[in-house]
């Protein structure tokens, strides 16, 4: 079963420097219907003006994934971190037993444009930890490529929960496949672009929880599509 979660129906929250959508309940938006799916919990799409940012705040229990779909990101945390994310980077922040940390638009004249996913990890008082990776374009182009796992397998991130991250950038007319194992859910995530999902169309911006599927089938209908896709424990 697919169930579509439209762009247009998030949640939205416009400070002047900041631009964010909200595919679950965050902040001062609150739908009872939408509070998360399986251990994904957030998944924010920001753009933040240049020169400005977070500033400094705290997170617990959270694993904390960062994606730069355009400009740069700069990151500073509690444990001695210091990055700035660009596009193809993937960074996993996980706060533990607590973290403090800013992150800034790193440019002076152009906008960040990023998706924030937060994802509840299998268990509370864990070390906080820092890990940031660059995926090539090349390894994302036509396929999905693992930037995220629970044992960081295949120079991925590593993720403290059942969750596999896939990223992947599809042309027009690319198909990939991805197989689902029993009592495994899934979510998708379109970035920029266009897909059909198994035959249902989802636009950018478009979510997609998944359930009681085998195998996921993602054609892409646009120039360049880019997209993320979660495979969860249930």
């Known amino acids: 079963m697919i169930t579509l979660r439209p762009a247009h ?7 002047g420097w900041l631009d964010s959508r909200h595919s679950f309940s965050f902040g001062n938006y609150y739908d009872p219907r939408h509070m998360g799916y399986g251990p994904l919990r957030v998944i924010n799409e920001d753009k933040v ?14 694993e904390i994934i960062t994606y730069v779909l355009a400009g740069a990101l700069e990151h500073k945390d509690s444990i001695g971190n210091g990055a700035v994310i660009r596009p193809g980077d993937i960074q996993r922040m996980s706060a ?35 890990e940031q990776i660059p995926i090539a374009p090349e390894q994302k182009q036509g396929q999905l490529r693992l930037v995220g796992s629970e044992q960081g397998q ?17 042309a027009e007319g690319d198909t990939v496949s991805h197989a689902l194992a029993p009592g495994r859910i899934a979510w998708i995530q379109v970035a920029r672009g266009g897909l059909s999902l198994n035959g249902q169309p989802l636009t950018a911006g478009d979510g997609a929880a998944i359930h009681d599927l085998e195998a996921l089938h993602l054609t892409g209908v646009a120039a360049e599509t880019e997209l993320l896709l979660f495979d969860m424990a249930g």
Not at 9 to 15: C, K, Q, T
Not at 53 to 62: A, K, N, S, V, Y
Not at 154 to 170: P, R
């Open 9 to 15: 129906e998030r949640g939205a929250a416009n400070l």
């Open 49 to 62: 003006l240049p020169g400005q940012g977070f500033g400094t705040h705290g997170h617990r229990d959270m």
């Open 96 to 130: 533990g037993t607590g973290i403090l940390h800013s992150e800034f638009n790193a440019s002076s004249t152009d906008p960040v444009h990023f998706l924030q996913i937060w994802i509840v990890p299998a268990e509370n008082g864990l070390q906080p930890g820092y």
């Open 154 to 170: 295949d120079g991925s991130v590593t993720i403290h929960q059942q969750v596999s991250l896939y990223a992947g950038v599809l």
